[in-house]
């Protein structure tokens, strides 16, 4: 069973705090399977903590992101906000009040931790071959991409990613050279064309799909002879399925770099907030 108490009362048995607990060992079973190389990333919301029985404990304090409360399990589930850090601790208290040191647990959260944010389908003026997508990082870890892949609806292109990207990192990946976006380095070349009619792309982890664009035509992005304008996405933290979540580039003459640096100093999270996509 478990019960609120306050934080006075947690400090209260803090100073009883003796030798003889031993702490409980914390763990989160899930982050044997975490998404970053540097820590535990989820892309899910609800997490068990587990932890081991401690020998002579009547009860366990808990604090959960800061809300404290007691427990006599050995596990608890919480549904965790999206696109957060989630710390749970927890310590050993016997009957007379003295506590174990406290165990600490981060488990970081994204249910889109990489999402497809921009894509070139239609080529450049120079060549419809000049196709070219771009990935976000949506969280704070850096992300092993071996077991990643980008695949069209149709099979082609189906494009095994390679590397790491880095926290909050964009990358771009090129069809056919490293000189299609001139103002960023390339990160991987890949082959397959695009259909200018429509695809769905999928983006996923281990075979589970994890970010996609709108199924059918595009809704985004403009081609023609003399004039091609890219597909960008409004906010890579909602749906990708959504087709209002994405707009047409007004190729307003800011670099690549130049756009990014616009959504890093609006700290834009929604698509109700364009004015990175506004041409000046």
């Known amino acids: 069973d478990e019960a609120v108490i306050t934080t006075e009362e947690v400090v209260s048995v803090a100073t009883n705090a003796g030798a003889a607990l031993a702490a409980p060992a914390l763990s989160v079973p899930q982050c044997a399977f975490s998404l970053a190389t540097d820590g535990c ?148 070349k890949y082959t397959g064309a695009l259909g200018n009619k429509g695809e769905q792309l999928n983006l996923s982890y281990a075979s589970t799909t994890f970010d996609q664009t709108p199924d059918g035509k595009w809704v985004a992005g403009y081609n023609s002879t003399t004039t091609k304008k890219t597909m960008e996405r409004y906010s890579s933290k909602e749906s990708g399925a959504d087709p209002s979540n994405w707009g047409t580039n007004l190729g307003d003459g800011r670099t690549w770099q130049q756009r990014i640096d616009c959504f890093e100093k609006e700290k834009k999270e929604t698509k109700d907030y364009p004015p990175c996509f506004k041409e000046g």
Request: aromatic share 10%; no cysteine.
């Open 41 to 188: 990333l989820l892309a899910t919301t609800t997490v068990r903590f587990e932890w081991s029985s401690v020998l002579g404990a009547g009860y366990y304090a808990i604090s959960k992101n800061g809300s404290y409360s007691t427990t006599t399990e050995n596990m608890h589930d919480i549904i965790a906000p999206d696109y957060s850090d989630y710390i749970f601790e927890v310590s050993a208290v016997s009957a007379n009040g003295n506590t174990s040191a406290t165990s600490t647990q981060k488990v970081s959260i994204a249910t889109i931790p990489i999402a497809i944010n921009e894509i070139a389908w239609m080529g450049t003026v120079a060549s419809a071959n000049d196709e070219w997508f771009e990935l976000k990082n949506n969280t704070t870890h850096a992300i092993d991409l071996s077991q990643w892949e980008l695949n069209a609806k149709v099979g082609t292109p189906r494009v095994k990613l390679t590397g790491t990207i880095a926290p909050n990192a964009y990358l771009i990946f090129e069809r056919t050279s490293d000189t299609v976006v001139k103002d960023v380095t390339m990160h991987q």
